[in-house]
C-alpha cells in the first residue's frame, strides 16, 4: 500500500542504486519540488550531495533564510548560495516589458547556475555525474515523458574542464502529484513554511513590478507582500486561496492624502485567485475585515503607497500574475 514511508525507503534505494559513490548537484528554487527532491537525495547519499541556491533577489520576505537556515538545518546538506543580486539588477536595469524581463531572468539564472557547477566540478573533480531535479508526474506527462541528460555547456574557460559536461538526471518525484511530494516533504522533516508554500513563479517578484524592477522597489513589495501574506495566514485562509500575488504598479502615481498632506503614491494590487491547477482560476471572495486589515496595514506601514486595490478578474480572461 501507499504509505510515505514506502516512498522514501524505495526512492533512497533507488538513488543510491543510481548514483552509487558518484556525486551529485541540485538546485534549489526555494519550491516545494525542488527541496523535497533535495532531501530525499540528501537522505539516500548524504554529503555526495551538493545543493546549490542562486539568489537573484528576487524572492520574498525570508524565503532566501528559509533556504540558507531552515532547510541545512532539517536536512544537513550540503549548501552553495550565490549571491547575484546585483547582476540580476544589472541586468534588468530600464527593461519594463514582461517577456523581456522574464527572458533576462531565465537566461542569468542559467548563466549563474552553470558557473557555479563549473566551480564545483573543479573543487570535487569530474565524479559529479548526477544532477537532481524535482520533476513531478504530471510534469513527465504534459511534457511527453522520457528521461534524459542535462547537456550542460562551459560558457567560461574554466581551466581544465571539458568542454561539455553531460549530467545523467536525478528525479526521484516522478511518480509523484503534489500532494504527495507535499506528505513526502513533510515525513522528511522539511519546516512547514516550505512543505505548505503556494505556487510562486521563477522569476520571483520581478514579474510583479509592472514597471522598471529597482532595488527600491523591490524591497517595497517585499514588505507590501509579507504583510499580506501574514494577514492571510493569521485569518487561516492559507488553505483556501491557491496564491495571492502582491503587485506593484511602479508605472502608476495617484493622489493620496496622509498625515500632514497630500502624496503621490504607488498602487499595491491584491491578486487573491482560488484555482485547482492554475490553468483557470477564479478571484478569491475574501472577508472584507481581512481586505481591510492588509489595506491599512499596507498603507501605514509601507513608504509610498497610498491605495490597496483588489483584482476581481477570473482566469480566462486575466492571468494569476500580472506579467
Ligand atoms: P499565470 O500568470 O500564467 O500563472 O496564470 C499560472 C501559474 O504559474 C505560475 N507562474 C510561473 N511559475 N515560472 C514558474 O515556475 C514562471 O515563469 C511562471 N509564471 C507564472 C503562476 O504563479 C501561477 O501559479
Known amino acids: 500500500s501507499w504509505t510515505t514511508g ?12 543510481q548514483v552509487g559513490g558518484k556525486r551529485a548537484i541540485c538546485g534549489l528554487s526555494g519550491g516545494v519540488d525542488s527541496a523535497v527532491a533535495a532531501a530525499l537525495v540528501q537522505k539516500a547519499i548524504g554529503s555526495q550531495l551538493t545543493c546549490v541556491y542562486v539568489d537573484h533577489g528576487l524572492m520574498r520576505k525570508g524565503e532566501t533564510e528559509q533556504v540558507e537556515k531552515d532547510f541545512v538545518a532539517a536536512t ?4 552553495v548560495v550565490v ?7 544589472d541586468a534588468l536595469a530600464g527593461v519594463s516589458d514582461p517577456e523581456t524581463k522574464r527572458k533576462i531572468i531565465g537566461r542569468e539564472f542559467i548563466r549563474v547556475f552553470e558557473q557555479a557547477q563549473l566551480e564545483i566540478l573543479q573543487e570535487e573533480g569530474p565524479e559529479v555525474a548526477f544532477l537532481v531535479q524535482g520533476t513531478l508526474y504530471p510534469d513527465i506527462v504534459e511534457s511527453g515523458g522520457g528521461t534524459g541528460t542535462a547537456n550542460i555547456k562551459s560558457h567560461h574557460n574554466v581551466g581544465g574542464l571539458p568542454d561539455d559536461i553531460e ?10 502529484f503534489k500532494d504527495e511530494v507535499r506528505m ?28 522598471e524592477v529597482t532595488k527600491d522597489r523591490l524591497d517595497l513589495l517585499r514588505e507590501a ?23 506593484l504598479l511602479a508605472d502608476v502615481r495617484s493622489v493620496g492624502v496622509q498625515g500632514d498632506g497630500r502624496t503621490y503614491g504607488h498602487p499595491i494590487v491584491l491578486r487573491p485567485v482560488s484555482s485547482e491547477d492554475a490553468m483557470t482560476a477564479d478571484w478569491s471572495r475574501l472577508p472584507y475585515e ?3 486589515k492588509i489595506s491599512t496595514r499596507i498603507t501605514n506601514e509601507v513608504a509610498d503607497v497610498n491605495r490597496v486595490v483588489l483584482d476581481v478578474t477570473s482566469k480566462p480572461p486575466g492571468t494569476i500574475e500580472w506579467e
Do not use: K, M, S, Y
Open 225 to 247: 507582500d509579507a504583510i499580506a501574506r501574514e494577514e492571510l495566514t493569521a485569518a487561516g485562509l492559507d488553505r483556501e486561496i491557491w496564491q495571492c500575488p502582491v503587485v
Open 290 to 292: 481581512v481586505l481591510a
Open 184 to 211: 513526502v516533504g513533510q515525513e522528511l522533516g522539511l519546516p512547514e513554511e516550505i512543505v505548505q508554500r503556494q505556487p510562486f513563479p521563477g522569476p520571483g517578484l520581478g514579474i510583479r513590478i509592472v514597471g
Open 83 to 89: 549571491d547575484a543580486q546585483e547582476r540580476f539588477l
Open 167 to 176: 549530467f545523467e538526471l536525478v528525479e526521484p518525484l516522478r511518480q509523484l
Open 6 to 17: 514506502n516512498v522514501i525507503e524505495e526512492q533512497v534505494a533507488a538513488i543510491r542504486a
Open 76 to 79: 544537513g546538506a550540503n549548501l
